[in-house]
């Protein structure tokens, strides 16, 4: 019985003389499963007892009395291991999105690569150990994480890579490839834009930022305050972070037509060896807010309609432009607000209407997605 058992089941061993505890994995659908089974001294299977991994557990949930008939009924050891090879084959076949599990060797290359590594560069690890993530740091300081989704055919099979990047994640990968190698090409990705992190790490310490509220290393945009309902909007290249930003002023129409002419008039000023902050100083002719000279509330100017300043992720970007009036609105607030008017009329995607504060003309593009 024994070698037709070691001929089924070759990573099941006897662990005493007496042949009545066996450990090891069956092997069930390319999927090897822990486990363990207790003989009575006489190895009757009647009163034989069954360990297995919690992988196996899962599996056999609700499978549990046909296992325990199985053992009632089974004659010997190796016919209980072919029933139950099978109800675990009819389990797995039952839970098409049953978790895959990998043979030991998986698990003894990737700790070993991790080793190499280096158990510092590991932020995280899930208890599957499918997924992980690994941090790396570039020149200028910044921080950074790669997630790494490993595949069951790991390493022949490429795993999926993401990045908290403004530009595509690019990793080569062969099936030769090692968690290291990931870590040098990632380190790469980080350093050709460490550059650009600096030019905004400048913007975001010297300057108020109202959007985005909580950068991302993905974000490339920032919109900056100017003054009282006056902000420019710019947007850093990834890999040119040095030259002039695409710009977009937003604010009341008398404020922002004599930056915009500052603008045009002096962009042949930019000089790419200045700071980003420093070029826009000078062809605005402006000294912008920074956090040691205004409190950020006095930029942060609640919507006429909703009272709020924050929107869901929008802050107020719509201005009246009666220099008397030039309250701020939401896009959204005052594009239902003056739909909702009889006197107002819309032209392709703009609304013409009046501003609820001082009844002057005052248009709005539609919100995306309203029809």
């Known amino acids: 019985m024994n070698c037709l058992l070691m001929r ?31 003989l009575p001294p006489d ?14 557990k899962r599996l056999l949930h609700g499978y549990q009395h046909i296992v325990k008939q199985r053992l009632q009924h089974s004659t010997n050891l190796m016919a209980f291991i072919l029933e139950l090879k099978t109800v675990l084959e009819v389990a797995l076949k039952s839970q098409p999105g049953c978790q895959s599990f990998s043979p030991p060797q998986y698990y003894s290359q990737l700790i070993t690569e ?37 595949k069951s055919k790991y390493p022949t099979e490429a795993p999926e890579f993401s990045a908290d990047l403004p530009v595509p994640l690019v990793i080569t990968w062969t099936s030769q490839s090692t968690l290291a190698n990931v870590h040098s090409q990632f380190l790469l990705n980080v350093e050709a834009l460490s550059e650009f992190w ?17 950068p991302t290393k ?6 900056i305050a100017i003054g009282n309902n006056v902000s420019i909007k710019v947007q850093i290249d990834p890999r040119h972070p040095k030259m002039l930003p695409e710009c977009c002023l937003l604010g009341a129409e008398h404020v922002v037509t ?52 924050r929107l869901e992720s929008a802050i ?48 709005v593009k539609m919100v995306t997605g309203n029809a």
């Open 8 to 38: 089924e089941s070759p990573l099941i061993i006897a662990l005493n003389k007496e042949k009545t505890v066996y450990d090891g994995f069956i092997t069930v659908m390319e999927k090897d499963l822990r486990i363990r089974i207790s």
């Open 43 to 56: 190895r009757q299977m009647k009163q034989a007892k069954l360990h297995c991994c919690w992988q196996m």
């Open 114 to 150: 991790i080793e190499i590594l280096g158990w510092d560069k590991l932020l995280f690890i899930d208890a599957e150990f499918r997924t992980l993530k690994l941090k790396a740091e570039d020149t200028a300081g910044h921080q950074h994480a790669i997630t790494v989704k490993l």
């Open 198 to 214: 600096s030019v905004l790490d400048e913007i975001d310490e010297q300057t108020w930022v109202l959007e985005p509220e909580k």
């Open 218 to 223: 993905a974000d490339s945009m920032r919109r």
């Open 258 to 309: 004599p930056l915009r002419n500052k603008l045009n008039a002096n962009m042949h000023l930019w000089n790419p060896d200045c700071s980003v902050l420093q070029n826009m100083t000078d062809v605005l002719e402006i000294e912008f807010p920074s956090p040691t000279t205004h409190e950020k509330s006095s930029f942060s100017v609640e919507c006429g309609i909703c009272y709020s300043y």
């Open 316 to 363: 107020p970007d719509q201005v009246c432009n009666d220099p008397r009036c030039g309250q701020p609105f939401h896009q959204a607030c005052l594009y239902e607000w003056l739909r909702g008017l009889p006197t107002s009329r819309q032209s392709f995607n703009i609304v013409f209407g009046e501003c609820p504060y001082c009844s002057k003309p005052i248009t």
